[in-house]
C-alpha cells in the first residue's frame, strides 16, 4: 500500500517543480507509473481476505479493483485536461494537477482504510478538491449552483453518517473492519436502531447517487471541466457503493424489510433517468442521467445483500468508472472542437 | 404561364397558382420581395462564411443557441391539477405498486424457501 501511497504524495513536489515545458509530461508519466505500481494489488495472497500493510490500511477484493481504478484514472484525467488548461498562467496550471492529485490521495486511503472513520474523513475530504475544481475551473456560470448543490447534499447526507458512526464505536467498542466483520449481529429493534440504520445508508445513497436525491449529480457534471466529471464519474460515485458494501455488513436483520423503499427507488430510478435521458439536449447531460441509472441498478444489486448481487455491483461499478469517464473525455473532445455540448 | 400540371403529392405552390399571381396586391408583393431579399442575405452571409479559406471555426447558428437556451432554461413549470397529478401517477404512485409486488412476491418466495418447496433454479456456489 505504500508502495503506492509514497509516489502519490511525492507528486505534489513533481507538480511544483517541474519545469513549465515539461509539466504535463512528467506528470503524465509519475502517474502511470503509480498506475502501473498499483496493478500488484490484483494478487490475491491471502485467503483470508484482507491483504495488509499495516493498521491503518489494507486491501481486500472489494477496494482493490477500485484503488486500480482511481489509480489509473488519474492519468487519463491529466491527459485529458492537457489542452483546456494549457492558456492558463503556469501556477494555476500546477494548482490544478495539484488537486487532482490530492483527490487521488484522498481515494487512495479511503478505499484503503480499515478504520470506518478514516473512510469517512476521506470520503468528506475528497469534496473538497472537486469542489474547487468544479467552481474554479467550470464553464458556464451555473457552475456556483452546482457546486453548491454537490456540497450541501452530500454534507446533509453525511451528518447522519457521523452520528451513527459514533453511536457504533460506543455500543461496539470498535470501528475497524477487520473486527466488526466477526461481531455479533447487533439487536436492532426499535425506532431507534431503525433511524440508525438509516442513517449508516443516506450519505453512500445520496452519493451514489439514488433517484431521490440524484439532483446534484446533473448539474456537477455539466459544469465540471472534464477532469472533474471523469473522477466523479468514475470514482466519487463509486465511494458510495463501497462505502454501502461495507456498512452492509452490519446492518443485517434489520435491512430486511427497510430495504424496500432503496431498492424500489433504485429501480424505478433506472427506468425513470433513462427516459429523461431521451429528452435531453446537452451531451454532458445525457451521460450524467446515464450514470445515474446505472449507480441505480449497482444499489439494487447492493441493497439486496445477495453475493451475486454484490459481484454484480463491483463489476458494474468498474465498468461504469471506465466507460463513464471514457464518455466524458469523448464528449469534451467535441466540445474542444465546437465549444457546443448541443446534440444536434 | 406554364402549363403546370400537378403532381398527386405535390400541391401547386401559392405563388404558382394562375388565379392567384395576377391578384396579389402592391403591397403583398413588397413585402414579398422584402422578406426574399432578407433571405438571401442570409444565405449569402452563412455561403460567405462557408467558403472562407480562412475560417476555422464552427458556423454559429443563433436560432439552435436560441433553442437550446429555451429547452434547457425553462422556469416555466407550476404545479397545477394537471402537473401534480402526472407527477403523481408517474412518480409516487409506482413507488407503491412496486412496494406491494416485490413485498408479496418475496413472502412467497420466503415462505417456499422456509416449507422447503423452493426449487433453485441455477447451481450457484459462492
Not at chain 1, 303 to 326: D, E, K, N, R, Y
Not at chain 2, 31 to 43: D, F, P, T, V
Not at chain 2, 83 to 88: D, H, N
Amino acid at each position: 500500500m505504500l508502495k503506492v501511497l509514497i509516489p502519490t504524495i511525492m507528486l505534489f513536489p513533481t507538480i511544483w517543480l517541474a519545469s513549465p515545458k515539461w509539466l504535463w509530461t512528467t506528470t503524465t508519466a509519475h502517474s502511470l507509473l503509480i498506475a502501473s505500481i498499483s496493478l500488484m494489488w490484483l494478487k490475491w495472497t491471502s485467503e483470508a481476505g484482507w491483504t495488509s500493510s499495516n493498521m491503518y490500511l489494507a486491501t481486500d477484493p472489494l477496494s482493490t479493483p477500485l484503488l486500480v481504478l482511481t489509480c489509473w484514472l488519474l492519468p487519463l484525467m491529466i491527459l485529458a485536461s492537457q489542452n483546456h488548461i494549457s492558456p492558463e498562467p503556469i501556477s494555476r496550471q500546477r494548482s490544478y494537477i495539484t488537486l487532482l492529485a490530492s483527490l487521488q490521495t484522498f481515494l487512495i486511503m479511503a478505499f484503503g482504510a480499515t478504520e470506518i472513520i478514516m473512510f469517512y474523513i476521506m470520503f468528506e475530504a475528497t469534496l473538497i478538491p472537486t469542489l474547487i475544481i468544479i467552481t474554479r475551473w467550470g464553464n458556464q456560470t451555473e457552475r456556483l449552483n452546482a457546486g453548491t448543490y454537490f456540497l450541501f447534499y452530500t454534507l446533509a447526507g453525511s451528518l447522519p453518517l457521523l452520528v451513527a458512526l459514533l453511536l457504533l464505536q460506543q455500543s461496539t467498542g470498535t470501528l475497524s473492519m477487520l473486527v466488526l466483520q466477526y461481531s455479533q449481529p447487533l439487536q436492532l429493534n426499535s425506532w431507534g436502531h431503525m433511524i440508525w440504520w438509516a442513517g449508516c445508508l443516506i450519505a453512500f445513497l445520496v452519493k451514489m447517487p439514488l433517484y431521490g436525491v440524484h439532483l446534484w449529480l446533473p448539474k456537477a457534471h455539466v459544469e465540471a471541466p472534464v477532469a472533474g466529471s471523469m473522477v466523479l464519474a468514475a470514482v466519487l460515485l463509486k465511494l458510495g457503493g463501497y462505502g454501502m458494501m461495507r456498512m452492509m455488513v452490519m446492518l443485517d436483520p434489520l435491512s430486511k424489510e427497510l430495504a424496500y423503499p432503496f431498492i424500489i427507488l433504485a429501480l424505478w430510478g433506472i427506468i425513470m433517468t433513462g427516459l429523461i435521458c431521451l429528452r435531453q439536449t446537452d451531451l454532458k447531460s445525457l451521460i450524467a442521467y446515464s450514470s445515474v441509472s446505472h449507480m441505480g441498478l449497482v444499489t439494487g444489486g447492493i441493497v439486496i445483500q445477495t453475493p451475486w448481487g454484490f459481484s454484480g455491483a463491483i463489476i458494474l461499478m468498474i465498468a461504469h468508472g471506465l466507460v463513464s469517464s471514457a464518455l466524458f473525455c469523448l464528449a469534451n473532445t467535441a466540445y474542444e472542437r465546437t465549444h457546443s455540448r448541443t446534440m444536434m | 404561364m406554364a402549363n403546370y400540371k400537378e403532381a398527386p403529392l405535390a400541391t401547386r405552390p401559392k405563388t404558382l397558382d394562375p388565379a392567384e399571381y395576377f391578384n396579389l396586391s402592391h403591397d403583398y408583393r413588397r413585402a414579398e420581395e422584402k422578406r426574399a431579399s432578407l433571405r438571401a442575405q442570409l444565405k449569402r452571409q452563412y455561403l460567405e462564411q462557408l467558403n472562407n479559406p480562412h475560417r476555422k471555426e464552427l458556423i454559429e447558428d443563433p436560432a439552435l443557441t436560441r433553442w437550446t437556451y429555451a429547452r434547457t432554461n425553462n422556469n416555466y413549470f407550476r404545479p397545477t391539477a394537471k402537473t401534480s397529478l402526472i407527477g403523481g401517477l408517474f412518480g409516487v404512485l409506482p413507488l407503491f405498486i412496486l412496494y406491494v409486488v416485490f413485498k408479496t412476491d418475496r413472502d412467497k418466495r420466503e415462505a417456499k424457501i422456509k416449507a422447503g418447496t423452493y426449487e433453485r433454479p441455477y447451481k450457484l456456489s459462492t
